[in-house]
C-alpha cells in the first residue's frame, strides 16, 4: 500500500524531531563535558597557583624570620661589646684611681719611705744573693740609701748571711716613673722589679677575677677557680 503524502510528510516530521532531540542531547553532553572538563582545569590551575602563593609567602615567612634572627644576633653583640666596653671602662677607671693613690703615696715622703722599705727588703728576700744592686729613680736615692741601711740588719739576722748592696749611680730608673726599685744580683742577670708601676700590674692581674668577680658578679661560663 502507497504512502500518501501525508505519510511521508508525518514521518520526515517524525525523523526531523527524533534528529533533533539526538542533537540537542548531544549537545547537552558536550556542554555537560566541557564544563566539567573546565571546572577540572579551573580547579587544577587554582591549587597550582594556591601553592604557588603558599610557597612564595612561606619563603617570604623564613626569609623575615632569618632576617630578625640575624638583626638579634646583631643588636645582641652590640649589646655584648658594649657591656665589656663598660666593664673595661670601669676596670680601667679603678686602676687609675689606684695610680692616683700611689701617686699621692709617693707625694707623701713618710708614706712613700715606709714603702720603699718594704719594696727593698722583699728584693733581697726574692733573690737571696750575696752581692745586689739597686736601681732607682735619681730623686730617691737617699730615701733608698736609708731603706737599706735599717734593711740590711734585718736581712742578715734573718737569713744568717752577709750581703754587700750597691745603689747604681750610673743608670737610674726613669724619672717619671712612680717610684720603687729594681734590685739585680751581681752580674745583672736576675732582676726583682719592684717599681710601683710592675707591682700595681702584678696586683692587678692577680686579683683581675677577684676584681670583676666583685664588681661585676660571678661569670656563670667559668669552669675552674684561681
Request: aromatic share 6%.
Amino acid at each position: 500500500m502507497a504512502l500518501t503524502d501525508a505519510d511521508v510528510q508525518k514521518q520526515i516530521k517524525h525523523m526531523m524531531a527524533f534528529i533533533e532531540q539526538e542533537a540537542s542531547e548531544r549537545v547537552e553532553e558536550i556542554d555537560a563535558k566541557a564544563e566539567e572538563e573546565f571546572n577540572i582545569e579551573k580547579g587544577r590551575l587554582v591549587q597550582t597557583q594556591r601553592v604557588k602563593i603558599m610557597d612564595h609567602y612561606e619563603k617570604k615567612d623564613k626569609q623575615i624570620e632569618q632576617h630578625k634572627k640575624i638583626q638579634m644576633s646583631h643588636l645582641k653583640n652590640q649589646a655584648r661589646l658594649k657591656v665589656l666596653k663598660a666593664r673595661d671602662d670601669m676596670v680601667t677607671d679603678l686602676l687609675n684611681e689606684a695610680r692616683q693613690r700611689i701617686a699621692d703615696i709617693v707625694n707623701d715622703p713618710e708614706r712613700y719611705y715606709k714603702l720603699l722599705e718594704g719594696l727593698v727588703l722583699q728584693g733581697f728576700y726574692q733573690l737571696l744573693e750575696p752581692k745586689v744592686t739597686i736601681r732607682c729613680r735619681q730623686q730617691d736615692v737617699e730615701m733608698v740609701q736609708a731603706a737599706v741601711n735599717k734593711n740590711i740588719l734585718i736581712y742578715k739576722e734573718a737569713v744568717k748571711s752577709n750581703l754587700t748592696i750597691r745603689i747604681d749611680q750610673d743608670h737610674f730608673l726613669p724619672s717619671n716613673i712612680y717610684g720603687g726599685v729594681e734590685v739585680y744580683n751581681d752580674n745583672g742577670k736576675i732582676k726583682v722589679s719592684n717599681t710601683l708601676e710592675s707591682r700595681l700590674e702584678l696586683v692587678a692581674q692577680q686579683m683581675m677575677p677577684e676584681i670583676r668577680e666583685t664588681l661585676f658578679g660571678a661569670n656563670p661560663n667559668r669552669r675552674f677557680l684561681d
